[in-house]
C-alpha cells in the first residue's frame, strides 16, 4: 500500500473504533518509514476531528466516542515513543483534572493530541488539589497550565486553581475545558484560554497561548 492508503486505513480504524486494525496499520506504517508525525497529523488528527463532529450531530454517543479514543490512544503508544526522538519542544504544558472530578478520557484525549503537536507535557493526572497544579507548574517550568473539569461541582475547583495561579509568582498562562466549561465561564475565572475540545485546544494552546508567551 501506498504511504496515503495505510494513512487513510489508519483515519478510518480510528473514526470507526477499530484498536485491533489501526495497530497493525501503525506497525505497518513504521516498517514503511513513514513519519510518526504523519501518521498523527494526517490520520488521527483529522480522524478525531470527524469523530468530534459525529459526535455534535448526534450520530455517536459516548460508547463510539470511547471506542475511536482507544483506538486513538492504541497508535498514539506506538508512535509517541518515536516522536519525540525526532521532534523539538515547542512549550511545556501542565495537565490535570481538578480537585474532586476522576474523569480522565477528555484530559488523556488533549495531553496526547498536545505531545503529538510537539509539546512537553506534565500530566497531574486526576482530581488533582491546587497544591499540585502550583508544584507541577513551577518544577517543570511550564509555560502553559490546562485544567480540565467534566462535572459542574468541579467548576467552583478549576476557579481555585485558576486564583492560585494570579496569586503565586508563576509566569504561565491558563487554559481551560471540560463538558461543562464555556468560554464565557472561562472568562469569568480568568483563564486566558477555552477549548472545546482536544482538537480544539492544540489549536488554542499553538496558535494562541504559546505565540504570546
Do not use: W
Amino acid at each position: 500500500m501506498s504511504e496515503s492508503d495505510i494513512l487513510a486505513k489508519i483515519r478510518k480504524a480510528v473514526i470507526e473504533g477499530d484498536r485491533k486494525t489501526a495497530e497493525g496499520l501503525t506497525r505497518e506504517a513504521i516498517k514503511e518509514n513513514i513519519p510518526p508525525l504523519d501518521t498523527i497529523m494526517k490520520a488521527c488528527y483529522p480522524a478525531m476531528e470527524k469523530v468530534g463532529e459525529l459526535y455534535q450531530d448526534g450520530e455517536y454517543f459516548i460508547p463510539e466516542m470511547l471506542m475511536s479514543t482507544k483506538a486513538f490512544e492504541t497508535v498514539m503508544s506506538i508512535v509517541e515513543p518515536l516522536l519525540k526522538k525526532e521532534g523539538s519542544e515547542l512549550g511545556t504544558i501542565v495537565i490535570g483534572t481538578c480537585k474532586g472530578d476522576i474523569h480522565s478520557l477528555g484530559k488523556n484525549l488533549v495531553a496526547s493530541m498536545l505531545r503529538a503537536s510537539g509539546l512537553n507535557v506534565v500530566d497531574i493526572g486526576e482530581d488533582a488539589p491546587v497544591e499540585k497544579f502550583i508544584e507541577a507548574a513551577k518544577e517543570s517550568n511550564a509555560d502553559i497550565v490546562g485544567i480540565s473539569a467534566l462535572m459542574t461541582t468541579s467548576l467552583s475547583s478549576m476557579k481555585q486553581v485558576v486564583d492560585a495561579i494570579r496569586k503565586s509568582d508563576l509566569d504561565v498562562k491558563v487554559i481551560v475545558g471540560g463538558g461543562p466549561v464555556t468560554d464565557d465561564f472561562a472568562k469569568s475565572i480568568g483563564a486566558d484560554g477555552y477549548a472545546r475540545d482536544a482538537v480544539d485546544a492544540v489549536h488554542v494552546v499553538k496558535n494562541d497561548l504559546l505565540s504570546n508567551v
